[in-house]
Each structure stands twice: as structure tokens, then as C-alpha cells.
Antibody, heavy 120, light 108 residues
Framework: EVQLVQSGAEVKKPGESLKISCKGS????????IGWVRQMPGKGLEWMGI????????RYSPSSHGQVTVSADKSINTAYLQWSSLKASDTAIYYC?????????????WGQGTLVTVSS | EIVLTQSPGTLSLSPGERGTLSCRAS???????LAWYQQKPGQAPRLLIF???SRATGIPDRFSGSGSGTDFTLTISRLEPEDFALYYC?????????FGGGTKVEIK
């Protein structure tokens, strides 16, 4: 069974760093793209970026580029989304999602989401 | 970047009725790489339709997708109680991938 299991909720202060994770199982981790999607409170879905764990090819949305880092450790089948300096506007649910149709979409498997709260 | 505009913002219908949701792209979506997702409160999105008209695994046949180029439609033939939710379209033909703003299907 294909599963994406994300790390737990986080509460951070502005300026702090954070790295959340997404562990894949039940499929060949290096063969499919994993993306990250943001959902701010009460808002819609926003595609942030994507990585191909096989060769670490990574792409970002214009609004996420330079704000976050997407990475993967194929030795432990885990993808990451990282911030070096959080802002209050980073408060959101972050989903990782997997595309097994080939290429970087659509997303047919989703993690359960990680709630990140940034508040002073 | 391709902007996707969904309409209406909210659709008020009764169980058993037909629902028609629209997604319009600011430019042609390559190879009809257009997907539809359903999201219920507190849950991750679920893929319904990909390639504009192909149902994902396990999706009931009351859900159908159509369209090409810049205009796409998701049709729910007869609304079941579990279909009242948020629906998003997404294009995955060009980077950055983009989502529409969503349509809420609510019980009338």
C-alpha cells in the first residue's frame, strides 16, 4: 500500500528555522516526483515545489523560490520542506503529495498534512 | 504562469441534483493536463479526474470531466450526501503547476 506519512504539527516563533518531513512507503521512492502544497487557513491549495528523489531534480513556484528548500534523502525514503527564517505568513497546513502517473502531476497520493503555526 | 479561474465560487444544490463546475485557464493547458480534486474539511485533497476526463482509481462514475484548451468542466451527475465538499482544478502541463481557487458545493 502506498503511503505518505508526514511529521507532526509545529509551533514556532518568527525568525526560527524548521524542517518538516514526508516519508514514503509501498512504492519505489526514487522513481516518482513528490511535491509540496500549501493551504493557508481557510484558503485554497498552492503548489510550492517538487522533487524527483532519483536525481534530486527540484523545481519551485515563483512565490516559493528562495523562501523554502525542498530536498530528499533516498536512503530513508523521506522528502523534506525547510525554512531558514519563518514568518507569521508561513502559518498553514503543508501537504506532501505523490504523482505516480509520471512526470510531476497529477497528485494521486497525499500525506495527512502538517500544520505549521508561526506566532510570537 | 497559468491562472485557473473556477466558477461559481459556491454551488447550492440538493442531493440527487446535477452539479456542473467550471475551470477556465488563462492560456491553453498542454495536452489537456488538467486534474480535479475533492477536499472535505480536515482532510487532504483526493484526486478525482486527470487528463481532463479520466477518472482516478476508485472514483464513482457519477463524476465526469470534459473540456480542452482553456475550458474544462467537472460534472457530478447525481449528488450524493458525501459529495458536498470543496473542488479544485489543477493544471500540470506547465511549470509552475497551478490550482484554481476552488468551488464549494453546499447543500441547498
Amino acid at each position: 500500500e502506498v503511503q505518505l506519512v508526514q511529521s507532526g504539527a509545529e509551533v514556532k516563533k518568527p525568525g526560527e528555522s524548521l524542517k518538516i518531513s514526508c516519508k514514503g512507503s509501498g512504492y519505489s521512492f526514487t522513481s516518482y516526483y513528490i511535491g509540496w502544497v500549501r493551504q493557508m487557513p481557510g484558503k485554497g491549495l498552492e503548489w510550492m515545489g517538487i522533487i524527483y528523489p532519483g536525481d534530486s531534480d527540484t523545481r519551485y513556484s515563483p512565490s516559493s523560490h528562495g523562501q523554502v528548500t525542498v530536498s530528499a534523502d533516498k536512503s530513508i525514503n523521506t522528502a523534506y520542506l525547510q525554512w531558514s527564517s519563518l514568518k507569521a505568513s508561513d502559518t498553514a497546513i503543508y501537504y506532501c503529495a505523490l504523482s505516480m502517473y509520471g512526470g510531476d502531476g497529477p497528485f494521486d497520493y497525499w500525506g495527512q498534512g502538517t500544520l505549521v503555526t508561526v506566532s510570537s | 504562469e497559468i491562472v485557473l479561474t473556477q466558477s461559481p465560487g459556491t454551488l447550492s444544490l440538493s442531493p440527487g441534483e446535477r452539479g456542473t463546475l467550471s475551470c477556465r485557464a488563462s492560456q491553453n493547458v498542454a495536452s489537456n493536463y488538467l486534474a480535479w480534486y475533492q477536499q472535505k474539511p480536515g482532510q487532504a485533497p483526493r484526486l478525482l479526474i486527470f487528463g481532463a476526463s479520466s477518472r482516478a482509481t476508485g472514483i464513482p462514475d457519477r463524476f465526469s470531466g470534459s473540456g480542452s484548451g482553456t475550458d474544462f468542466t467537472l460534472t457530478i451527475s447525481r449528488l450524493e450526501p458525501e459529495d458536498f465538499a470543496l473542488y479544485y482544478c489543477q493544471q500540470y502541463g506547465y511549470s509552475p503547476l497551478t490550482f484554481g481557487g476552488g468551488t464549494k458545493v453546499e447543500i441547498k
